[in-house]
């Protein structure tokens, strides 16, 4: 069994820095994609960034592409998300999820989340 547990969450005044962690348990960490995903109440849960088994490979929605870095450290079975510049619009939950197959912005092609950390910023 797959445990994500994401945590950094927190509050910011727009134009600051958070940076979210998500720790993944079990061996098999290094040889799935991984995604980050957010959801404000009421609405779906939006693509954010994704990244590959290595790392070598990112993808960042375009709402975010220059202010966000997704990264990954195997060796302590983690991804991270940097996220500069924060906006208020940038406010919600941020789920940390493992991609199991098909295309990396699409939530259905995940298969195990984390219960997500609260980012707030404030204008």
């Known amino acids: 069994q797959v445990q994500l547990v994401e945590s950094?969450?927190?509050l910011v005044q727009a134009g600051g820095s958070l940076r979210l962690s998500c720790a993944a348990s079990g061996r098999t960490f290094s040889s799935y994609a991984m995604g980050w995903?957010?959801?404000v109440l009421g609405k779906e849960?939006?693509?954010?960034a994704a990244l590959s088994?290595?790392?070598?490979?990112?993808y960042y929605?375009?709402?975010v592409k220059g202010r966000f870095?997704?990264?990954?450290?195997?060796?302590?079975?983690?991804?991270?998300?940097?996220m500069n510049s924060l906006k208020p619009e940038?406010?919600?939950?941020y789920y940390c999820a493992r991609l199991g197959?098909?295309?990396?912005?699409d939530a259905a092609s995940y298969d195990y989340w984390g219960q997500g950390t609260q980012v707030t910023v404030s204008s």
């Not at 849960?45 to 954010?48: K, T």
Request: charged residues 20%; without cysteine; proline residues 0%.
């Open 8 to 10: 950094g969450g927190g």
């Open 37 to 39: 995903f957010r959801q």
């Open 45 to 48: 849960r939006d693509f954010v």
């Open 53 to 58: 088994w290595s790392g070598g490979s990112t």
């Open 61 to 63: 929605a375009d709402s």
């Open 69 to 82: 870095t997704i990264s990954r450290d195997n060796a302590k079975n983690t991804v991270y998300l940097q």
């Open 90 to 93: 940038d406010t919600a939950v």
């Open 101 to 105: 197959s098909g295309r990396y912005y």
